[in-house]
């Protein structure tokens, strides 16, 4: 990761005799991240444009709208797992991650499709829903901060959890559910582009707003990336990296919602999910100027995901090669960004 | 094991509501002229696909039915001039709608549509149509769909019954496994069964019950058989085994061979390539399963799709006979499956 203008200032600050090798070496890191940055939006540039070629309507309204209802459940995910990601830092061991919050996506909307079955209406369901997903926020949040376990290992047996409660509420069958909030998502529009959508976009606008143009926001970054600097600030660290967890719970039902209305129901296999969820958040870091988790980025890949195999099968090329190719992206944004890092120390 | 677990899995699912109404009208006659004039291999020539792209869309080929089916599709899109769009969805509903809603966008000349969820896909069926684009299925029984091609369990259920019955001399007790009768295409084979019995008043089935159960189909089979055969330890007291599937017989057969009762006959309403091997073994108590044939089934569901497409009526449901192998029929038949055996 660079060091930042900051630190760099204070590099060039120190002994003379060190002063030109280290900023040689900063200027070298920063060509990198530059070239990784612009790369990147390159590589993504150059996919895209090849399949505007090659495949027919691939940027036609419709078939971006098609990528963008595809993508709306990953991103909404992924949204989640980048707020953990940055408010608990990068670290691959130690740092955020919510491995649970596909699970939870799974148990939601097990809950939602049996709460209306149930004869529940709509708003109870949805708040029903919402609830769980808070709650298994919440459980993390206490397993992290509360007992200090490892986010990995805390995350993990969470989502063991609400895997096993999926299973005890669906028996692992599908649970059919009908109301009328399930219509208007699956089938409704407005301006012309599907309910499904505008979901993903107006999430996507006020988790921009809220993760980059907010206080709230900045201080968060500092809590991940800066974890001494902001507790020296006087943060409440604890509270910050809680409210991560607990946004990400909510993510994992707002996207249960999404789920239920695409599926018609509930659907065994929600936690498939997490890898691609896992991948977005982190391949979203070469999109930002800083090589952190922003929301941009993360939405960024999830659509460049989805427009991956939406281009692929476009193209008649079998859909085999997409899980290849996705295994290469996460090695070369790994890879990158550890040469990034090397070439910064 | 896998290939008729998957089945079992996979046509639970598929098998709705709607696929009883469609059962319902089969049973009543409508559709056994038309299934006779659809046999698999009488397509006739110059049925081109030429110039055409049928989308295939399968939920998962993680089974050996499933495989064989999907690539049967492909090679006669392929073999009658097509352009196919294959998509195996993982196992993965989400994957499924993702792909057939790309699918439908790309307009190809048919959609052939492949087992998965009927509940969920049911919604996306519509939207195929509404788009104007013929579907196709394949053991998937929908009414959105022109065609189904699929096995004829009916057939299935009342040729392994038969056999039974002759194999056994019509008289003694027979251990039945039937716990998947929530099922509809076991349900079919045991119906099948009982109404054969029903004329052999001599055969008795031994009460109650067994229940297989997935997974570990078996182990519990090879147990519950154990402990009948513990329960009735005189040679000949019991005649026959009967499972509407082949994992549960597989569990049995080695439950009879420790017991060493090489009486007992063992018949099984499906089967994979592990059930044909144990056919093949002479010591093996195995007597007669019943296979289908995957690869046919998908090919005929295409070759349907080109009928339709060149202007021909197809019929509502394709059965693709099965075959009975027997201990003395199964190297004449091995090749006929298309298994690759």
């Not at chain 1, 040689?24 to 940055?37: E, F, H, K, S, V």
């Not at chain 1, 692929?312 to 079998?318: G, R, Y």
């Not at chain 2, 056919?279 to 046919?296: G, H, L, M, S, Y």
């Amino acid at each position: 990761m660079s060091l930042g203008p900051a630190a760099t200032g204070a590099v060039q600050a120190g002994s003379p005799h060190r002063d030109r090798p280290q900023t040689a070496r900063t200027a070298r890191a920063g060509g990198i991240d530059l070239m990784i940055r612009v790369g990147a939006y390159v590589a993504v540039a150059v996919v895209l444009g090849y399949f505007s070629v090659a495949a027919h309507g691939f940027f036609s309204l419709s078939n971006v709208v098609n990528v963008v209802e595809q993508s709306a459940i990953l991103g909404i995910l992924a949204f989640g797992m980048t707020l953990v990601v940055i408010a608990g830092g990068m670290n691959v061991v130690s740092g955020g991650i919510d491995l649970s919050i596909a699970a939870n996506m799974g148990v939601c909307a097990a809950v939602f499709a049996t709460s209306i079955n149930a004869g529940v209406s709509d708003p109870v369901a949805v708040a029903l829903t919402l609830g769980a997903g808070l709650a298994i926020g919440a459980v993390n949040a206490f397993a992290v901060i509360g007992l200090g376990v490892l986010p990995l290992l805390a995350t993990l047996a969470v989502m063991n959890v609400c895997i096993g409660a999926e299973l005890v509420l669906t028996q692992n069958t599908v649970i059919s559910a009908a109301s009328p909030l399930i219509s208007l998502m699956s089938s409704g529009t407005f301006l012309g582009i599907s309910v499904y959508a505008w979901f993903l976009i107006v999430a996507s606008a006020l988790f921009i707003v809220l993760v980059q143009y907010t206080r709230w926001g900045l201080r968060l970054y500092a809590v991940g990336a800066h974890r001494e600097a902001a507790h020296a600030a006087g943060l409440p660290i604890a509270k910050y990296q809680a409210a991560s967890y607990v946004i990400a719970g909510l993510c994992g039902s707002l996207a249960a919602l999404l789920s239920v209305a695409r599926l018609s129901g509930s659907s065994p296999g929600a936690n498939d999910n997490l890898l691609p969820v896992i991948v977005a958040a982190l391949m979203g870091v070469v999109f930002s100027r800083r090589m952190v988790p922003t929301i941009g980025g993360t939405l960024l890949s999830a659509l460049f995901i989805g427009f991956l195999a939406n281009g692929f099968q476009l193209i008649n090329v079998s859909s085999y090669w997409v899980n290849g190719v996705q295994g290469l992206l996460i090695l070369a944004v790994v890879s990158m960004t550890s040469l990034t890092k090397r070439a910064g120390t | 094991m896998s290939d008729a677990k998957g089945l079992k899995i996979e046509q639970t699912k598929a098998i709705s509501l709607v696929t009883k109404a469609a059962i319902a009208l089969a049973l009543s006659g409508g559709v056994i002229a038309a299934t006779t004039a659809a046999r698999a291999d009488d397509v006739p020539a110059g049925l081109s696909l030429k110039g055409k792209t049928i989308g295939i869309s399968v939920v998962g080929t993680d089974h050996f039915w499933d495989l064989k089916a999907y690539q049967g599709q492909i090679a006669e899109v392929k073999r009658l001039g097509g352009t196919p769009v294959a998509l195996d969805a993982g196992r993965k509903d989400a994957k499924q709608i993702a792909q057939i809603q790309t699918l439908i966008a790309q307009k190809p000349d048919a959609i052939i549509e492949q087992l998965g969820n009927v509940k969920v896909l049911d919604p996306w069926f519509k939207k195929i149509r509404t788009a104007g684009i013929p579907l196709f299925t394949v053991d998937t029984a929908t009414p959105q769909a022109i065609n189904d091609t699929t096995s004829n369990n009916w057939e299935m259920g009342e040729e392994l019954a038969v056999q039974m019955v002759q194999d056994i001399g019509a008289k003694g007790n027979i251990i039945v496994f039937n716990g998947f009768y929530s099922v509809p295409v076991c349900a079919i084979r045991y119906d099948e069964m009982r109404a054969v019995l029903k004329y052999y008043p001599d055969v008795k089935i031994i009460q109650p019950e067994l229940r297989d159960v997935i997974p570990n189909t078996v182990q519990s089979a090879y147990s519950e058989v154990t402990d009948i055969l513990t329960k009735n330890p005189k040679k000949g007291s019991i005649a026959a085994i009967w499972a509407c599937w082949g994992v549960p017989i597989e569990g049995a057969a080695q439950a009879v061979q420790a017991a060493k009762r090489d009486e007992i006959k063992l018949y099984a309403g499906d089967s994979g390539p592990d059930d044909i091997k144990l056919i093949e073994d002479k010591n093996n108590p195995v007597a007669a399963v019943i296979a289908q044939r995957p690869t046919e089934i998908g090919k005929t569901a295409v070759d349907n799709a080109a009928r339709h497409l060149n202007g021909q009526s197809v019929p509502s449901f394709t059965f693709v006979p099965t075959i009975m192998v027997t201990k003395a029929n199964v190297q004449e038949v091995k090749d006929k499956l298309g298994w690759g055996l």
